[in-house]
């Protein structure tokens, strides 16, 4: 006989049904998010170190899932022009996630260089302007993810570059105003990925800058400073698609 009650009843019920819906959705997505992203004790220390010393460090994150409690970790350090003692880059070399490692300007030597040379995903590597030497740098040859290599303005010859040719991910690598020459070109013919070279202030000739013949991915050559001729530069930008080479 009063047929409006059943039909807010129907209603209510309706709606009761939607939310039990909507709050067994939201523990669900709670239950997945339980885990907190969190920070080792060791890392937190080693970022306030670097911090208090005038560096910068970046955090990366990993979710949790699949029975891993999510955390964050040190994805890269920049101690451009800091005092970096033998402790603290043996604790840079522990970090299994660090990918961008900035050291230009420091006071890194050869066996400083051995604490970095087992870091298993780095990526980026700069140490321009620093103390290394040929000796410092065949011990980079053990880090086969290294895309980008600087090393600027250090004693390096073309010794560094037979080290160098054996990383065949790097796609940027610069060495300018160091002791490299012609005869070192020929090491990188490897670098199949190589983009981007730059060789400023060394003592590169046009005879060298024909030995980048084979490299069809380059797309920036920089040779200020050096012995390279306008002839020398028009020869290889014709062999190469991206006529690379900028003075």
Known sequence: MNPLPLKKSRSFRFSVLQMLSLVTLCCVAFAWMRYPIQQTSRELELAAEIEQIGGHVTWGGLTAGRGMTGRSYLGAIDLTSAVVTEKLLAEIGSLSELTHLNLNDTNIT??????????????????????????????????????????????????????????????????????????????????????????????????GLQELDKHEQLEMVFVDGTAVTDKGIDELNSLLPNRPVLR
């Open 110 to 207: 050869d066996l400083g260089l051995q604490h970095l040379s087992t870091l298993p995903r780095i990526k980026q590597l700069e140490v321009s302007g620093t103390n290394i030497t040929d000796l410092g740098v065949r011990q980079l040859a053990t880090l086969t993810t290294l895309e980008v290599v600087k090393l600027e303005r250090c004693n390096i010859t073309d010794d560094s570059l037979d080290a160098i040719g054996t990383l065949r991910s790097i796609w940027m690598l610069h060495v300018d105003e160091t002791q490299v020459t012609d005869a070192g070109m020929g090491s990188l013919d490897g670098l199949t990925k190589l983009r981007t070279l730059g060789v400023r202030g060394t003592h590169l000739s046009d005879a």
